[in-house]
């Protein structure tokens, strides 16, 4: 008796699993533990480093889109002009003070804006406030010497007044000799450092925002104040160990502010204490837990895979059914899906299949039964016209032998490209027939370029450009029509342009119709009812000469419509 040494799929996944789960323990238990605090510690750094970038820069970027909107407002609202004049009157107050108002509106933390006038020394703000500021106050004037020496946009911790706030500051000086005219200045809620500070969560330490003196501006941690000497922090983006913290500093590139995170050491010793002997048991119980668990959800996971096999295998080639989806939402799912698709597309491409192949000899018959002779039909429309001139009734002899000419146009040529001067020939009898039915209501100016008459265009493709505005533009106009026809040769391409003096087209009706022509219509390319004919043409245009060829409408309200086809000089 012969011993199947090989193993079924499900077992082969199991050895696998706890071949991947065993070996790997030993050397796991063996590094963890002299591993673990050298993990902690850069852990602390990974963490401290990405929530002071992220504050830094979050505050970076606040404080350059301050320093955008404020140079955008400067210009648009032509600050240095203002800042040149001697003095105010009532309307340049009234304009300041709505424009200081609006610019608060940039973002929710403007608390204030201001606009201070060196030359009047007279400072205007867009809000009242408390505690208004003297011009004379020391400190204010302080300030002031300490502007005039910036060149560029500032931000900083300033003090005047009562209290200290955050200031976003930009000297205006006059064009050539630089002279300090002023300043624009923004004064900022601290919403806008709680709403940075709330969107970190820094589990080690705290997190400070110190300006260039050390003090702070905004903290995690309650009591405000720093555990370590300000002094020894380093002026640099860098870690450093003082006393027993760890302290890391990010400075805001945009500002004299920082970021600083300090976390104590000791959090490194006391996630180090866990038991060694602990963490073993722990790993071991769970490893074996987690084996058992394993080996129950692949049994369960590979039974649908077995069911679909056999299902599969069972399937009729000459009646294909769906199998059974097991309500999983995995890969498992999705192949059972995408099989039960592919034979409702297998079933569903048979049936169209069959419905095609019926549509088809019913087309056939149809066509046998309606099938008339086309040149018993051209032949008779000749002896008709002969009649009608024998009977001298020489109009209608015309109008037949247009029609005629009109007719046997359409059984001459097979294909879709005739020379222009065959469909000058045809456009021309359809004229005719116009001219029959609107007597001398409407004139046909044609002027032709000699040298594109013998080039090719697309079989009936200029008549239903004519007959547009017979249908649709001379409809409120009792006479009075003209329609004209031009042609214009160029190196590599010719222009066929049609004009009438009819209603024209509004706008939205015009962009409507620019659209569908941009739309590809292939359901039948010689249907010429309403815009469907001019889609049409332009879809013929387009499939015979490419997407660089094709028609251009130009329209507005009771000044008429100007077609443009543009067509290759040669193919």
């Not at 450093?240 to 400075?251: K, P, S």
């Not at 009819?502 to 219509?521: D, F, P, V």
């Amino acid at each position: 008796m012969m011993v199947n040494r090989h193993l079924p799929f499900s077992k082969k996944i199991i050895l696998i699993e706890l071949l991947s789960l065993l070996l790997p323990l030993s050397l796991t238990l063996t590094l963890c533990y002299s591993t673990y605090s050298h993990m902690v510690i850069n852990d602390m750094k990974s963490v401290s480093t990405q929530q002071s970038d992220f504050l830094a820069q979050y505050l970076d970027n606040a404080f350059l889109s301050i320093n955008r909107n404020l140079s955008t407002w400067m210009s648009s609202e032509n600050v240095r002009d203002y800042l040149e004049k001697d003095s105010f009157d009532e309307s340049d107050l009234k304009y300041i003070s709505n424009s200081l108002t609006s610019l608060c509106t940039f973002q929710s933390y403007y608390q204030n804006a201001y606009l201070y006038h060196a030359g009047q020394k007279q400072l205007y703000r867009a809000f009242s406030e408390n505690s208004h500021v003297d011009s004379s106050d020391p400190d204010f004037q302080a300030w002031i010497s300490s502007v005039k020496k910036i060149y560029t946009f500032q931000t900083g911790l300033y003090s005047f007044g009562q209290g200290s706030s955050i200031f976003c500051v930009i000297p205006v000086r006059s064009y050539g000799t630089h002279h300090f005219l002023g300043y624009c200045m923004i004064k900022l809620s601290l919403t806008l450092l709680t709403d940075a500070f709330s969107i970190c969560n820094y589990p080690y330490g705290t997190l400070y925002c110190i300006d260039a003196n050390g003090t702070i501006l905004h903290t995690t941690n309650p009591s405000r104040e720093l555990p370590v000497d300000y002094r020894q922090i380093a002026t640099s983006n860098s870690f450093q160990t003082i006393d027993r913290y760890l302290v890391y500093r990010n400075i805001i590139t945009q500002s004299s502010f920082s970021i600083l995170s300090i976390c104590p050491n000791a959090i490194h010793y006391i996630k180090g204490t866990v038991p060694f002997y602990v963490v073993i048991i722990i790993s071991v119980v769970c490893i074996f837990l987690s084996l058992w668990i394993s080996i129950a959800l692949l049994r369960k996971l590979l039974y649908p895979i077995r069911s679909m096999a056999g299902a599969m295998a069972m399937a009729d080639p000459n009646d294909l059914q769906p199998i059974p989806v097991t309500n999983t939402h995995d890969e498992i799912m999705i192949l059972e899906e995408t099989y039960n698709d592919m034979i409702l597309r297998i079933n569903d491409m048979v049936e169209a299949q069959y419905r095609s192949d019926i549509a088809v000899k019913d087309a056939r018959l149809r066509a046998l039964q309606l099938q008339i002779n086309p040149h018993f039909v051209n032949n008779t429309l000749q002896m008709i016209g002969t009649l009608a001139a024998e009977r001298d009734m020489m109009d209608i002899y015309d109008l037949l032998s247009s029609f005629s000419r009109m007719f046997y146009y359409c059984l001459k040529y097979k294909g879709d490209i005739v020379p222009f001067r065959d469909e000058l020939n045809y456009l021309q009898d359809y004229i005719t027939i116009q001219e029959g039915r609107f007597p001398g209501k409407f004139r046909f100016l044609i002027d032709i370029d000699e040298r594109t008459k013998n080039l090719e265009v697309p079989k009936m493709s200029i008549q239903p450009l004519i007959e547009n505005s017979f249908v649709h533009s001379f409809g409120n106009m009792h006479d009075g029509w003209i329609v004209r026809i031009h042609s214009h040769y160029h190196d590599s391409c010719y222009t066929i342009i049609i004009e009438d003096n009819g209603c024209g087209m509004s706008k939205e009706t015009l962009q409507i119709l620019r659209r569908r022509l941009q739309e590809i219509n292939t359901d039948n390319p010689f249907h010429t009812h309403s815009s469907i004919g001019l889609q049409n043409v332009n879809t013929r245009i387009k499939l015979l000469y490419g997407i660089n060829y094709g028609m251009k409408i130009e329209s507005e309200l009771s000044k008429g419509t100007v077609i443009t086809l543009t067509l290759p000089t040669k193919r």
